[in-house]
C-alpha cells in the first residue's frame, strides 16, 4: 500500500442527477486530486504549493515585494501571507527587509536557498501538473478548460464584488515559466 493510499481514504464517483451540481463536486474533486499529486511531487524536495507560489512571485517580479502584493498576488488574506512569510524567513527561503525610510514598510527578498529550492522543485511541480493535464486532456480540450475555469473564477469574483486584474508592470508573465520543460 503507498503512502497516499494510507493517508486518503479515497474518492467517490459521485452521481446526484443535477448537472451543475455534478459539476462543482468534479471541479472540487478534481483540484483536491491535483492539489494532493503536487503534494507529493514537491513533498519530494521538501516543499510546499504555497512556498512555491510566494518563490514564482518573487522571481517574476522586477522588485521586491510587499506581503500584502504577494497576498494579493495569491488571493489570500494579508495576515495568511505573513505568517506563510514568516515560516519561509525562518527557513531561508526569503528575508523581510524593512525600508531605511520608514520602518513601517516591509519587502521581501529571496534568498539563494529560495531560489535552490525554486530551481528544484518548479521544474518537478509544473511537470507533474503538465503530465496531468496532458495525459487526461487533448490540446484543444485543454484550451476548452482554460476558457471555461476562467468564466467560472470571473463569475466567482464577480459574486464577491471583484475582478481579474491585468498583471502589474513589475511582473514578468513571459519569463514566469522559463527554463521549465
Do not use: C
Not at 518573487?58 to 497576498?71: F, M, V
Not at 531561508?92 to 534568498?111: A, E, L, N, T
Amino acid at each position: 500500500m503507498s503512502q497516499i493510499e494510507e493517508e486518503v481514504a479515497g474518492m467517490y464517483d459521485w452521481e446526484v442527477g443535477d448537472p451543475v451540481y455534478s459539476a462543482w463536486l468534479r471541479m472540487r474533486q478534481a483540484w483536491e486530486a491535483m492539489d494532493k499529486a503536487l503534494e507529493v511531487e514537491l513533498g519530494k524536495h521538501q516543499a510546499t504549493l504555497s512556498q512555491i507560489d510566494v518563490l514564482l512571485i518573487l522571481s517574476s517580479s522586477k522588485r521586491p515585494l510587499s506581503p500584502g502584493e504577494i497576498a494579493s498576488f495569491m488571493f489570500r488574506e494579508k495576515h495568511s501571507a505573513s505568517a506563510l512569510l514568516t515560516r519561509m524567513q525562518k527557513a531561508g527561503y526569503v528575508r523581510k527587509m524593512r525600508s531605511k525610510k520608514d520602518q513601517r514598510v516591509v519587502k521581501i527578498k529571496m534568498q539563494p536557498k529560495g531560489a535552490e529550492l525554486l530551481s528544484k522543485a518548479m521544474p518537478a511541480a509544473f511537470g507533474q501538473a503538465h503530465r496531468l493535464l496532458k495525459s487526461s486532456l487533448s490540446p484543444e480540450e485543454v484550451k476548452q478548460l482554460d476558457t471555461l475555469m476562467k468564466k467560472v473564477r470571473d463569475g466567482a469574483l464577480r459574486e464577491l464584488g471583484l475582478k481579474a486584474e491585468p498583471l502589474p508592470a513589475n511582473i514578468d508573465a513571459e519569463g514566469l515559466l522559463a527554463g521549465i520543460s
